[in-house]
């Protein structure tokens, strides 16, 4: 089965200094990638995503992400980090062959620090 | 606009109760999908309804089920609750069709905070 993977539980960065979030994927399939944030105590948030096209996409609140093929990968960054932009990540990822559903990653819990 | 509701917030049952848990969706939204958010483990997609009808269905055993009424709010219940069932239940919805949660995008709800003891 399709899986996601967030190889890192934790990431603390200093306010202002730039971010990258991992995200590997299985299965070779063409992808249909998303990242989500969670803010405390607040529901899931559509950060960006990408189905085609352009591997750089753009998304809300200064976030990017890039995806590629040959990795499987779709790593999220952001050039300056704000002390608001702690919360956790969720990568998800989906197969049109495996149904019309979104697996997701385990999370990623960013810290900041000031 | 008011976004995804869920009710209860906060939710304690010991091993083997049943539970319902309620969600309603945004105005206008036909979808709504449930998630288990354990700890560690990120989110389990459990089920989606769209327009009263169960489109897809996770990995999870038969006493997880819900419904969806004709005003398109949605019941999932737990029957004969285990400890491994303690988790944030999450809901969201999104506008409607059977492109579903690929091409739709999701909002989701605050969650309800299950603890089985």
């Known amino acids: 089965a399709q899986s996601v993977t967030q190889p890192d539980i934790h990431i603390t960065v200093s306010e202002g200094a730039s971010l990258e979030l991992r995200c590997n994927y299985s299965?070779?399939?063409?992808?249909?990638l998303f990242w989500y944030v969670q803010s405390p105590g607040q529901g899931l948030q559509l950060l960006l995503k990408y189905f085609s096209g352009d591997t750089l996409v753009q998304g809300i609140k200064g976030f990017e992400a890039e995806f590629k093929r040959s990795q499987s990968s779709f790593n999220l960054r952001k050039p300056s980090v704000h002390w608001s932009d702690a919360a956790e990540y969720f990568c998800?990822?989906?197969?049109?062959?495996?149904?019309?559903?979104?697996?997701f990653g385990a999370g990623t819990i960013l810290r900041v620090k000031s | 606009e008011a976004g995804v509701t869920q009710s209860p917030t906060h939710l304690i049952k010991t091993r083997g109760q049943q539970v319902t848990l309620r969600c309603s969706p945004i105005s206008g939204h036909t979808s709504v999908y449930w998630y288990q958010q354990a700890l560690g483990l990120g989110l389990q997609f459990l089920l989606w309804?769209?327009?009263?009808?169960?489109?897809n269905r996770g990995n999870f055993p038969p006493r997880f089920s819900g419904r969806q009424f004709p005003n398109y709010s949605s019941e999932l219940n737990v029957n004969a609750l285990e400890l491994e069932d303690s988790a944030l239940y999450l809901c969201?919805?999104?506008?409607?069709?059977?492109?579903?949660?690929?091409?739709?995008?999701?909002?989701f709800g605050p969650g309800t905070r299950l603890t089985v003891l």
């Open positions: 299965y070779g399939a063409t992808p249909y």
């Open positions: 309804y769209d327009e009263g009808e169960e489109r």
């Open positions: 998800a990822v989906a197969f049109m062959e495996y149904g019309n559903k979104l697996v």
């Open positions: 969201a919805s999104s506008s409607s069709g059977l492109a579903g949660p690929i091409y739709n995008e999701q909002f």
